[in-house]
């Protein structure tokens, strides 16, 4: 279980890292988000953020872990998607 805390507040670490750095993360969530890059970037940053706390607290854990992993197979199929357009 500490594992996955660690994980989680690594997690919304990286989600608040889009609000206080936003340009580090444009070249990959371009990748995903050619249009509206600066938006998305932010709701993914909002996503990276809840889903990193529900990680962390106990109570929340495995919603945290099954909206992670929603999540991530939503970014790998925009991704894979927004490829095989350009």
Known sequence: MALLRTAGIALAAT??????APKVFEPISQLAFPQDTETWIKRNGATELALGVALAVDRTRKAGLAGTAVYAAWLGARAAANRRSA
Do not use: L, M, P
């Open 15 to 20: 989600g608040i890292a889009h609000f206080a």
